[in-house]
């Protein structure tokens, strides 16, 4: 088997007397989708902002691509090829489509936008994020303002900025939430691709997506992993069942 391409050991993390995450250990490998799973307030975003550095963990480490990364800044991971999507999102609405792409391109979602004339010129920038709206089925909507996106429409543009990092490994924070059958079919058929660009972490609470695409699934309850194992084996784990699918 290859070397993982993330590993998560031992991570910690209390707010006050509450154990949010408590010795998760965890590991991402080339070409897969780990399903991360458990009822809200389990720990799971905390978890993914542990992982981004966005979170000082208490204790633990993170290892990117072969290397202890557990002193480095949000930036310094984003930098490195860690992609993350977020559980609120992250666009700015009132920019098209291609601007959005672009800042994402350019590293700078959420800020310096006093300088989107000169950004919105520069051939490499633009070159990655059409390539990055081309992957996502959202070329024809390059022009459109981000607003008058369809819910499912933004859920795959937060991925195509993801995807302007050139990432080497996906963190992605309910990507499902709020989308509809047919947005959600999408979704699938597109991480279903991407995973062999690079690894995804997924959180996500609609079971139909997890059972769909899983290679792996960890199930977090109270900060805690209770089970990591393949569909098959979690669906049959009587711990998970009990505390997680509620039998
Ligand atoms: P999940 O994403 O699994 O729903 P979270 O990671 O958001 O869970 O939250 C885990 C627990 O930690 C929850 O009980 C939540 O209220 C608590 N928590 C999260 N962030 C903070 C914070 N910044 N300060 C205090 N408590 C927090
Ligand atoms: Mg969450």
Redesign the pocket.
Known sequence: MTDPILTVQNLNKS?GA?K?TDNVTLDLRAGEIHALI?P???????LIAQITGALPPDSGNVGFLGRDISGLSTAERARAGMARTFQISALAMDYTVLQNAVLGALGARGGVFQMLRPVMRNKALLETAHQALDTVGLSDHAHKRTADLSHGQRRQLEVAVALTLAPKVFLMDEPMAGLGSEGSAQLITLLDRLRHQAPILLIEHDMDAVFALADRISV?VYGQIIATGTVDEIRANPAVRQAYLGE
């Open positions: 707010f509450l949010a458990g809200n307030g389990a720990g799971k975003s905390t977090l």
